[in-house]
Protein backbone atom coordinates (compact mmCIF):
# COMPACT_ATOMS: atom_id res chain seq x y z
CA UNK A 1 0.00 0.00 0.00
CA UNK A 2 2.81 2.55 0.69
CA UNK A 3 4.54 1.89 -2.87
CA UNK A 4 1.13 2.79 -4.07
CA UNK A 5 0.91 5.65 -2.33
CA UNK A 6 4.21 6.76 -3.44
CA UNK A 7 3.42 6.27 -6.64
CA UNK A 8 0.52 8.09 -6.84
CA UNK A 9 1.80 11.24 -5.22
CA UNK A 10 5.23 10.83 -7.71
CA UNK A 11 2.89 10.23 -10.95
CA UNK A 12 0.63 13.73 -9.55
CA UNK A 13 4.45 15.61 -9.08
CA UNK A 14 5.80 14.27 -12.73
CA UNK A 15 2.29 15.61 -14.19
CA UNK A 16 2.15 19.01 -12.52
CA UNK A 17 5.82 19.81 -12.10
CA UNK A 18 5.19 21.70 -16.16
CA UNK A 19 2.72 24.25 -14.97
CA UNK A 20 5.65 25.25 -12.25
CA UNK A 21 8.01 26.93 -14.85
CA UNK A 22 10.66 29.11 -13.70
CA UNK A 23 9.99 31.58 -16.45
CA UNK A 24 6.88 33.40 -15.92
CA UNK A 25 6.55 34.55 -19.67
CA UNK A 26 6.18 30.47 -20.89
CA UNK A 27 2.99 29.69 -22.22
CA UNK A 28 3.01 26.63 -20.74
CA UNK A 29 1.45 28.70 -17.37
CA UNK A 30 -1.21 30.30 -18.51
CA UNK A 31 -2.65 26.88 -20.84
CA UNK A 32 -5.66 25.53 -19.48
CA UNK A 33 -6.90 22.31 -21.56
CA UNK A 34 -9.81 22.88 -20.15
CA UNK A 35 -10.54 25.83 -23.02
CA UNK A 36 -9.83 22.34 -25.44
CA UNK A 37 -11.29 19.38 -23.92
CA UNK A 38 -15.21 20.62 -22.95
CA UNK A 39 -16.81 17.08 -21.99
CA UNK A 40 -15.32 14.74 -20.33
CA UNK A 41 -16.73 10.66 -19.00
CA UNK A 42 -15.50 8.95 -16.70
CA UNK A 43 -15.63 6.62 -13.49
CA UNK A 44 -15.63 7.69 -9.46
CA UNK A 45 -15.08 5.34 -6.53
CA UNK A 46 -17.34 6.68 -3.47
CA UNK A 47 -18.16 9.91 -2.58
CA UNK A 48 -22.06 10.73 -3.56
CA UNK A 49 -22.35 7.86 -6.19
CA UNK A 50 -22.44 5.26 -3.47
CA UNK A 51 -19.09 2.55 -3.98
CA UNK A 52 -18.67 3.15 -7.85
CA UNK A 53 -20.60 5.00 -10.45
CA UNK A 54 -19.80 6.61 -13.79
CA UNK A 55 -19.71 10.59 -14.48
CA UNK A 56 -20.04 12.78 -17.56
CA UNK A 57 -18.87 16.50 -16.93
CA UNK A 58 -18.94 19.52 -19.06
CA UNK A 59 -16.37 22.65 -18.83
CA UNK A 60 -18.32 26.03 -18.99
CA UNK A 61 -15.68 28.55 -19.27
CA UNK A 62 -12.60 26.86 -17.45
CA UNK A 63 -13.37 27.81 -14.37
CA UNK A 64 -16.83 26.29 -14.07
CA UNK A 65 -17.77 22.79 -14.27
CA UNK A 66 -20.99 21.09 -14.46
CA UNK A 67 -21.75 17.32 -14.20
CA UNK A 68 -24.20 14.18 -13.99
CA UNK A 69 -23.40 10.82 -12.53
CA UNK A 70 -25.33 7.40 -11.85
CA UNK A 71 -24.07 5.09 -9.24
CA UNK A 72 -24.46 2.04 -6.96
CA UNK A 73 -23.97 1.55 -3.45
CA UNK A 74 -24.95 -2.26 -3.88
CA UNK A 75 -28.42 -1.85 -2.63
CA UNK A 76 -29.38 1.28 -3.34
CA UNK A 77 -28.68 3.27 -6.58
CA UNK A 78 -27.20 7.06 -6.68
CA UNK A 79 -28.23 9.72 -9.19
CA UNK A 80 -26.11 13.01 -9.18
CA UNK A 81 -26.43 16.54 -10.42
CA UNK A 82 -23.29 18.67 -9.15
CA UNK A 83 -21.47 21.94 -10.11
CA UNK A 84 -18.00 22.38 -9.69
CA UNK A 85 -16.10 25.91 -9.23
CA UNK A 86 -12.10 25.37 -10.31
CA UNK A 87 -10.04 27.81 -8.22
CA UNK A 88 -7.07 28.14 -11.00
CA UNK A 89 -6.92 28.12 -14.53
CA UNK A 90 -4.41 25.73 -14.75
CA UNK A 91 -4.47 21.88 -15.36
CA UNK A 92 -3.87 20.86 -11.71
CA UNK A 93 -6.35 22.94 -9.40
CA UNK A 94 -8.39 22.51 -6.36
CA UNK A 95 -12.25 22.76 -6.10
CA UNK A 96 -15.44 23.70 -4.53
CA UNK A 97 -18.98 22.12 -5.07
CA UNK A 98 -22.42 20.93 -4.32
CA UNK A 99 -25.08 19.78 -5.95
CA UNK A 100 -27.86 17.04 -5.36
CA UNK A 101 -28.15 13.58 -4.87
CA UNK A 102 -31.17 10.66 -4.87
CA UNK A 103 -30.19 7.41 -3.38
CA UNK A 104 -33.21 5.14 -4.45
CA UNK A 105 -33.65 1.92 -2.68
CA UNK A 106 -32.68 -0.98 -5.03
CA UNK A 107 -32.91 -4.00 -2.10
CA UNK A 108 -35.01 -5.03 0.98
CA UNK A 109 -34.68 -2.69 4.54
CA UNK A 110 -33.29 -5.61 6.10
CA UNK A 111 -30.18 -6.43 3.83
CA UNK A 112 -29.58 -2.11 3.31
CA UNK A 113 -29.32 -1.69 7.22
CA UNK A 114 -26.86 -4.64 7.48
CA UNK A 115 -24.73 -3.70 4.34
CA UNK A 116 -24.39 -0.04 4.60
CA UNK A 117 -23.89 2.18 7.71
CA UNK A 118 -24.34 4.91 5.24
CA UNK A 119 -27.69 4.09 4.30
CA UNK A 120 -28.74 3.77 8.29
CA UNK A 121 -26.81 7.29 9.18
CA UNK A 122 -28.65 9.11 6.33
CA UNK A 123 -32.15 8.09 6.97
CA UNK A 124 -32.75 5.65 4.18
CA UNK A 125 -33.64 2.52 6.66
CA UNK A 126 -33.58 2.23 10.49
CA UNK A 127 -30.77 0.22 11.80
CA UNK A 128 -33.57 -2.44 12.92
CA UNK A 129 -33.82 -3.28 9.07
CA UNK A 130 -37.54 -1.21 9.33
CA UNK A 131 -38.92 1.95 7.82
CA UNK A 132 -37.50 1.80 4.46
CA UNK A 133 -37.77 4.98 2.27
CA UNK A 134 -38.36 4.49 -1.24
CA UNK A 135 -35.43 7.17 -2.09
CA UNK A 136 -33.73 9.71 0.29
CA UNK A 137 -32.51 13.60 -1.32
CA UNK A 138 -29.15 14.19 -0.31
CA UNK A 139 -27.12 17.02 -0.30
CA UNK A 140 -23.30 16.91 -1.31
CA UNK A 141 -20.68 19.74 -0.42
CA UNK A 142 -17.13 18.64 -1.41
CA UNK A 143 -13.93 19.70 -1.60
CA UNK A 144 -11.14 18.33 -4.09
CA UNK A 145 -8.33 18.39 -6.70
CA UNK A 146 -8.41 17.88 -10.25
CA UNK A 147 -5.63 16.92 -12.88
CA UNK A 148 -6.43 17.26 -16.76
CA UNK A 149 -3.22 16.83 -18.87
CA UNK A 150 -2.68 17.99 -22.54
CA UNK A 151 -3.92 14.70 -23.55
CA UNK A 152 -7.62 15.00 -22.13
CA UNK A 153 -6.79 12.33 -19.48
CA UNK A 154 -8.19 13.62 -15.76
CA UNK A 155 -7.75 12.66 -12.56
CA UNK A 156 -9.14 13.76 -8.96
CA UNK A 157 -9.68 13.25 -5.04
CA UNK A 158 -12.07 15.03 -3.16
CA UNK A 159 -13.30 14.57 -0.08
CA UNK A 160 -17.35 14.70 0.56
CA UNK A 161 -19.92 16.25 3.12
CA UNK A 162 -23.03 14.18 2.51
CA UNK A 163 -26.26 16.32 4.17
CA UNK A 164 -29.32 14.22 3.95
CA UNK A 165 -32.39 16.26 3.18
CA UNK A 166 -34.71 13.36 4.63
CA UNK A 167 -33.38 13.39 8.76
CA UNK A 168 -30.78 16.36 8.41
CA UNK A 169 -27.92 14.34 8.88
CA UNK A 170 -24.06 14.57 7.32
CA UNK A 171 -22.09 11.50 7.18
CA UNK A 172 -18.15 12.47 5.37
CA UNK A 173 -17.19 10.26 2.41
CA UNK A 174 -14.22 10.69 -0.11
CA UNK A 175 -14.23 9.82 -3.78
CA UNK A 176 -11.27 9.03 -6.24
CA UNK A 177 -11.78 9.27 -10.01
CA UNK A 178 -10.67 9.18 -13.46
CA UNK A 179 -12.25 10.06 -17.19
CA UNK A 180 -11.51 11.35 -20.48
CA UNK A 181 -12.07 14.74 -21.93
CA UNK A 182 -12.60 15.30 -25.69
Known sequence: MKIFKITVCLFLFTMAA??????????????????????G??????GS??????????????????GIGLGSG??????????????????????LGSGLAYWRSAASAGKIAQ??????KLGMVKDDGTKLKNGIVILPLFIGAHYLSDSGLAIFAEFSFLLSLS??????SGGLGAGWYF
Open 18 to 39: PTFAEDSKDPQLTFNPRDDYTF
Open 41 to 46: VGTQIG
Open 49 to 66: LGIMGLTADFNWYSLINA
Open 74 to 95: IYFDTYVAQAKYLALDQPFTPY
Open 115 to 120: KSEQAI
Open 167 to 172: NVKAVP
